[in-house]
């Protein structure tokens, strides 16, 4: 904001008894004329502009004058006639800066709109409420207590709390956690006793694929000027699936075979008796037959290999050789 100066012709003639007094009128005329012309800005943008040694000798040159503003300006522009000039506001602020402060510059921490509704009840009512449920929201919270959202996010970011993401696990059962420590315990047992015992386990599972897939939407994305609208397919309604076998030992893999896409007791059974010992010749061809004869067969606890006629199978091709859902070191 730049001062505006206006001419003003005025008639005046200097006393006849005090000529010394005209000589003071022209100084001031001319430190005001100067003043206008050098100053662009006021209030804390002015003092912005001066080092700390100018604004020291700003405040001192006002003590010396009693906080008289005027009378300030006058005293500085004798005392430093070479430095740029001021009027009696930057004098005024530097003090009141000073005194509310402890700074001649403001603070720019303190600028902006005051805060009239946060204190420290609702800091406090904030805290508990997300300490007493975890997976609100900003949103809820602020209508529970009557304040903005973002205020809320602000006290919650400042007390260094973070939003973090769940993360999905298996369900387990009351029982699981003692099933799960026996089983480590015979596996280390029998690790302990043969350092090659987990090369020895055929380690069976089975996955269905479908067309749907699983689809994790976070991880999508297109880069675009504009809003492009990319769609992704799902949900179809013509479907369909394929059920996969496979298995692992030591090195080798064995598989994938295709089982019917509803695996039944029944299927189960017929794979094993058909394909797994072919399975196994055609994999493990190079594997000692010392090996082979202390293979361990393992599967999970599904209900199509918990039948009658699977377990009386895997006790006559693997004699207590199996892990799975029924024998005497069942599955976890």
């Not at 009696?88 to 805060?115: I, V």
């Not at 400042?158 to 009351?174: A, D, F, R, W």
Request: hydrophobic share 35%; charged share 25%; glycine share 6%.
């Amino acid at each position: 904001m730049e001062i505006q100066r206006h001419k003003v012709c005025v008639q005046w003639r200097p006393p006849r008894n005090h000529p010394h007094r005209y000589c003071r009128v022209l100084q001031m005329h001319a430190i005001w004329h100067h003043c206008s012309a050098h100053i662009a800005q006021s209030g804390s943008d002015v003092i912005m502009a001066y080092t700390n040694a100018e604004m020291a000798d700003i405040h001192l040159v006002l003590g010396e004058c009693r906080g008289n503003g005027r009378a300030a300006v006058r005293r500085y522009y004798e005392k430093f006639p070479n430095r740029r000039l001021t009027d009696r506001r930057t004098f005024l602020n530097a003090d009141r800066h000073l005194r509310e402060s402890g700074c001649f510059r403001p603070l720019r921490s303190d600028a902006g709109r005051p805060r009239t509704t946060r204190t420290e009840e609702m800091e406090e009512r904030v805290l508990d409420l997300v300490a007493a449920e975890p997976s609100t929201s900003t949103r809820r919270v602020g209508l529970q207590v009557q304040e903005d959202h973002k205020a809320v996010w602000r006290v919650w970011h400042e007390q260094q709390l973070y939003l973090y993401h769940l993360q999905k696990v298996q369900g387990l059962q009351p029982g699981d956690a003692e099933h799960r420590l026996v089983f480590c315990r015979w596996l280390l047992r029998k690790c302990a006793m043969d350092s090659a015992f987990l090369a020895s386990i055929l380690w069976t599972d089975e996955a269905c694929f479908t067309r749907d897939g699983i689809v994790n939407l976070h991880n999508l994305h297109e880069w675009a000027e504009e809003q492009p609208h990319a769609l992704r397919e799902a949900h179809n309604q013509r479907q369909f699936s394929i059920n996969v076998w496979a298995e692992i030992m030591g090195y080798f893999l064995l598989g994938p075979y295709e089982l019917p896409p509803r695996l039944t007791g029944a299927g189960y059974l017929n794979f094993l008796q058909n394909q797994l010992d072919q399975l196994l010749m055609d994999a493990l061809d190079d594997v000692p037959l010392a090996v082979r004869r202390r293979t361990w067969f393992m599967h999970d606890g599904a209900p199509p290999h918990f039948s009658v006629d699977i377990r009386q199978w895997l006790d006559r091709r693997f004699p207590y050789h199996w892990v799975g859902r029924g024998p005497d070191t069942p599955i976890p």
